[in-house]
């Protein structure tokens, strides 16, 4: 068992630190030597006295300048992990001194050089932050040892044991009380079961009380056929045949989007949502089983919007981000609710004067909102999704755009926060806001 402690720099200890590395640099007695090479000897010594001198001074000016750049390069190595340490610093020392420095960083940013800057800085930041993120870090806290999957007894495809049909109580004696519940747009609700986000499972149930949906995004998929997680695409394929291309609700027959990382088959009446990851050689990796008669629940390809869906969608798309960072071993963010009312107001926006961009329509980009709503922060990210049929569509179309599934995998943010509206059709937005603390 290890104890994990974080400690703050006091300034005076800050003094000590800079002072070492500076003093030596700025010292007439420096042990950088001044001159090289062999001695001159005592008669070249007398008669170019003059010349040595000069070398002398040459040498000197040298000497100077590799001291001046490396305490400049000091100083912007300071200023650019400004936000590591401003916050423990500014407890101690005023630092709006250093408010004619940030205005002119802002000058030379807003200049043609500014991308650039921007990005450099962002960038040192961003590494400089992971790093000490990692030193800080807790250990994450481990998963128990996983049961053993068994072969399905009744549909022929199990997650974690449980199969299409399985009562409540069957489920619970499984996988014990779920960990959080949320409305689905199935018009009931998912229960999410997880050991610390480790074989993430969610289930629901039909009016009589027996599961008629399951999903999970973790190595928990047994078979009678072979298909499992981190199957390629064209085994699975091989196995259930060619996917569905329209899908029946009621009367309208809706024709489904050509999207490469997701297949749709329907065998013995249960339909196989089957999502695979583009960056990891299109290999399975989620799985949405759905009964057809709990399938016909939903009257079009989209839920019928209500505020109870809406946060049903939200609370889905924050547990199933968590299960995939700690599948992917990186910590669990915390949910902020002040972010989440910042990234609601945007998603509103977008769906009330149908538009989808990260800056809205008074120019105002993510960063600007945050700012506005009083959000402070080390790092920052935003990450949007419209037009998926529910919180798994959005989450795992995200996992297959490279940057947004950077800004879902970056180890050092701490805080997420989620806002849905709906828009036309009832088509909905998906806004994540990440922040690191």
Do not use: C
Request: neutral net charge; charged residues 25%.
């Amino acid at each position: 068992m290890y104890r994990w402690q974080q400690r703050k720099i006091r300034p005076v200890y800050a003094i000590q630190m800079i002072s070492r590395t500076l003093l030596p640099l700025l010292s007439p007695r420096s042990s950088i030597p001044l001159l090289t090479g062999k001695a001159y000897s005592h008669m070249q010594r007398m008669s170019s006295r003059r010349r040595l001198n000069t070398v002398h001074l040459e040498k000197r000016r040298d000497v100077f300048v590799r001291r001046l750049f490396s305490i400049i390069l000091l100083l912007v190595l300071i200023y650019v992990a400004k936000p590591l340490w401003e916050g423990p610093v500014s407890q101690y020392v005023d630092l709006s001194f250093l408010q004619p420095v940030d205005e002119k960083v802002e000058q030379l940013a807003e200049g043609p050089a500014g991308d650039w800057v921007r990005d450099t800085a962002q960038s040192v930041q961003r590494h400089t932050g992971e790093l000490v993120d990692q030193w800080k870090a807790k250990p994450e806290p481990s998963a128990q040892e996983a049961p053993p999957l068994h072969e399905p007894a009744q549909s022929g495809i199990a997650i974690q044991n449980v199969e299409i049909g399985m009562s409540e109580s069957e489920v619970h004696a499984l996988l014990g009380p779920p960990q959080m519940k949320a409305w689905n747009d199935y018009n009931t609700l998912w229960h999410m079961h997880h050991d610390n986000y480790h074989r993430f499972v969610m289930v629901a149930y039909d009016t009589a009380g027996r599961v008629g949906a399951l999903y999970t995004n973790d190595d928990v998929i047994k078979s009678n056929n072979g298909i499992a997680y981190r199957t390629l695409k064209a085994d699975v394929r091989r196995t259930l045949g060619e996917p569905l291309t329209e899908l029946k609700k009621g009367r309208i027959l809706y024709q489904l989007s050509d999207v490469d990382t997701i297949d749709l088959f329907l065998q013995d009446d249960l339909y196989t949502y089957v999502f695979y990851d583009e960056h990891e050689n299109y290999q399975l990796t989620a799985l949405l089983l759905v009964d057809e008669a709990f399938e016909q629940r939903k009257s079009s390809i989209y839920g019928e919007p209500s505020d109870e869906l809406r946060a049903g969608y939200e609370r889905t798309l924050f547990e199933l981000t968590n299960a995939i960072r700690v599948r992917k071993g990186v910590r669990a963010l915390e949910y902020s609710t002040a972010l989440s009312d910042t990234a609601r107001k945007h998603s509103d926006d977008m769906a009330q004067n149908d538009f989808f961009s990260h800056d809205n329509l008074r120019g105002q980009t993510p960063f600007d909102r945050m700012r506005i709503d009083g959000i402070t922060y080390k790092s920052a990210g935003e990450n949007l999704a419209f037009g998926q049929y529910s919180s798994i569509f959005a989450h795992e179309g995200l996992m297959n755009s490279y940057d947004h599934r950077m800004n879902t995998l970056t180890r050092h943010y701490t805080h997420l926060g989620i806002g849905v509206a709906f828009g036309k059709e009832n088509t909905p937005y998906f806004t994540q806001n990440y922040i690191q603390k």
